[in-house]
């Protein structure tokens, strides 16, 4: 079943603000993992962040994971429009027994930067 | 990172007919890899997970007589979809995990493939 929600679902902003999606899930988990995916195409993944962390960083990107209210939050900054994609999380978790371990994905959100 | 591939990257097919999407991890040894379906406009869902040489694991709700999933080697994957029908239009994304994928278990995902039955 899927573990993870996005919010907002979509999110419209213009370029060189920035834009912050939300993601909460269900199940104590391994890490959390951010993806993008372009209309049609296939998974990019842009971050990674394990459970005993709360903040990581990469380029314009911001991760935090709050494990206690089971979120986690992707701040792009200074957006462009080459940005427009949708926003995955996904989290990592044992399912059943020693070493099972599955990627579930949220739904989503729709980001649409506009020049 | 490491490198998947998926073949063919969209096919169009007639229903009723059969279909066979390969996956194969180029630079790794697979030992697990996935099969996840998305369709329009949501979110992956797992289909089902395979250790080569042994029979997939299938999610609740996935059919493993439609969908016949074989691993028989460390980087080859093969998904048949068998009797196609329309309501199996989808995107099919395939994932691989090698044996050293360490404490993170990293996947590397496909480009996926788009089928489309008529």
């Known amino acids: 079943s899927q573990q993870g929600e996005e919010d907002p679902q979509a999110l419209s902003i213009q370029e060189g603000e920035n834009a912050t999606m939300n993601c909460s899930y269900k199940?104590?988990?391994?890490?959390l993992q951010w993806y993008r995916q372009n209309s049609g195409r296939g998974l990019v993944h842009l971050i990674l962040?394990?459970?005993?962390?709360r903040e990581k960083h990469s380029g314009r990107l911001r991760v935090t994971l709050d494990t206690s209210k089971k979120s986690s939050s992707l701040l792009i900054t200074a957006s462009r429009a080459a940005d427009t994609a949708s926003y995955f999380c996904?989290?990592?978790?044992?399912?059943?027994?020693?070493?099972?371990?599955?990627?579930?994905f949220g739904k989503g959100t729709k980001l649409s930067v506009i020049p | 990172g490491a490198v998947v591939s998926q073949h063919p990257s969209r096919v169009i097919c007639k229903s009723g007919t059969s279909v066979k999407i390969e996956c194969r991890s180029l630079d790794f040894q697979a030992t697990t890899m996935f099969w996840y379906r998305q369709f329009p406009k949501q979110s992956l869902m797992l289909m089902a997970t395979s250790n080569e040489g042994s029979k997939a694991t299938y999610e609740q709700g996935v059919e493993k007589d439609k969908f016949l999933i074989n691993h028989a080697s460390l980087t080859l994957s093969t998904l048949t979809v068998t009797s196609a029908h329309p309501e199996d239009s989808s995107f099919y994304i395939c994932?691989?995990?090698?044996?050293?994928?360490?404490?993170?278990?990293?996947?590397?995902f496909g480009p996926g493939t788009r089928l489309t039955v008529l």
């Open positions: 962040i394990r459970s005993n962390e």
């Open positions: 994932s691989a995990r090698g044996p050293l994928a360490g404490a993170d278990n990293e996947q590397f």
């Open positions: 199940t104590s988990i391994n890490n």
């Open positions: 996904a989290t990592y978790y044992a399912y059943s027994g020693a070493g099972s371990y599955q990627l579930t």
